[in-house]
């Protein structure tokens, strides 16, 4: 399925890598924020994002989106059939806008919200409309590129709009994860948060500098977690036995004092001072735009090594990545609208059956 039209509420770093993955998909999207620097920024980073998928679909692209630049919320969710929220993490400014979003959105649009921890039923409160159409929706930078998206239904959402948030996310080569209960943080940040907190202490220790950290992983478990995921590397590990062997034999260490993150280390410009000094001893001779390169570069390039993989078929990000660059083919070589026209009407589905369901419910 395609989206006719998308809003995006925010043009960060998050808001606009959705901008640009819904743009390369040749969706239209209008986009509000009230930052003077706003084009600029997106611009900036739609740059990256053509130069990314040029690498990964060199014959040639899906005619691109329209993007407008929005005076108002109002303005921006007009018609749209898919709204994305990503102003920043406070929870009175989340309260304001869909608030906002929700009083003028139309009823059968979904909302996907980009928190990285904020959960869906706190922000509901503020709907006074259509809060059952809000779900989570938080994607991993840079956007355009790494596919999975967390879907969080709040104590409002209706199941329908769960499931249609999936076939739309899915529509524009994302990769959808329904968490099964609703917790701050969710999944991903909260194991990245993990990893986080123990970093600091390793370098505000002095047991290895910022530099050393980052080779550790990239050069070890980083490759690991690309094509598999933690269990999958462990079962592995622990031999023809599987997992049960692995936990007999590592479950112990659970009890060994290795670890420092039930304490978090004291959050001052002493320790500011010591990461940022490392940093930038170790990449202040690359600019931003050029690190996102790299970046973006670097992803590309697992994601295609590992289409290749699994007999041909793809393994992991690599097989997902294979149909997508498949769909964006058969986009660029749509030969008349009005087959282009047919496909985003039987696409439009879904969301209006969910509109008839809020509808009904509603009545």
């Not at 994607?139 to 999975?148: A, D, E, Q, S, T």
Request: net charge positive; glycine share 8%; with cysteine.
């Amino acid at each position: 399925m395609t989206i006719e039209k998308a809003a995006a509420i925010g043009g960060g770093v998050i808001g606009a890598g959705w901008v640009a993955r819904l743009l390369l998909n040749g969706i239209d999207v209008a986009i509000y924020d009230p930052d003077p620097e706003a084009s600029r920024k997106v611009s900036e980073v739609m740059k990256g994002a053509r130069r990314a998928y040029k690498q990964m679909l060199p014959s040639g692209l899906p005619k691109e989106g329209k993007l407008t630049f929005a005076k108002t919320i109002a303005e921006a969710v007009t018609d749209a059939d898919f709204i994305q929220e990503s102003v920043p993490e406070r929870l009175d400014l989340k309260h304001k806008v869909l608030a906002e979003i929700d009083l003028h959105a139309p009823a059968n649009s979904i909302i996907g919200s980009s928190t990285s921890g904020i959960k869906p039923s706190d922000m509901q409160v503020a709907m006074k409309k259509h809060p059952e159409r809000l779900v989570v929706g938080h994607p991993f930078n840079p956007v355009y590129l790494l596919p999975l998206v967390e879907i969080v239904g709040g104590a409002q959402t209706f199941p329908e709009a769960i499931e249609v948030a999936k076939e739309i996310y899915s529509s524009i080569g994302m990769k959808p994860v329904v968490i099964r209960k609703e917790i701050e943080a969710f999944v991903g940040d909260r194991l990245l948060e993990a990893a986080w907190r123990e970093a600091l202490w390793l370098i505000k220790d002095g047991i290895c500098t910022v530099e050393e950290l980052d080779d550790i992983m990239r050069y070890s478990f980083g490759l690991r977690w690309a094509q598999m995921g933690m269990f999958q590397v462990y079962r592995i590990a622990g031999g023809e036995a599987g997992m049960r062997h692995f936990m007999a034999q590592f479950g112990p260490c659970l009890q060994w004092p290795w670890t420092k993150l039930t304490n978090v280390p004291e959050f001052n410009d002493e320790l500011v001072d010591l990461i940022a000094g490392q940093s930038d001893d170790q990449s202040s001779k690359w600019s931003i735009r050029e690190l996102e390169k790299i970046r973006d570069d670097n992803l590309v390039a697992i994601m295609e090594a590992l289409s290749k993989q699994n007999k041909g078929k793809g393994w992991g990000a690599g097989a997902l990545h294979k149909n997508y660059t498949k769909q964006l083919a058969e986009l660029a070589s749509a030969k008349t609208k009005a087959s282009g026209a047919a496909a985003k009407a039987k696409a439009t589905k879904p969301v209006k059956k969910v509109a008839k369901k809020i509808a009904g419910k509603k009545g």
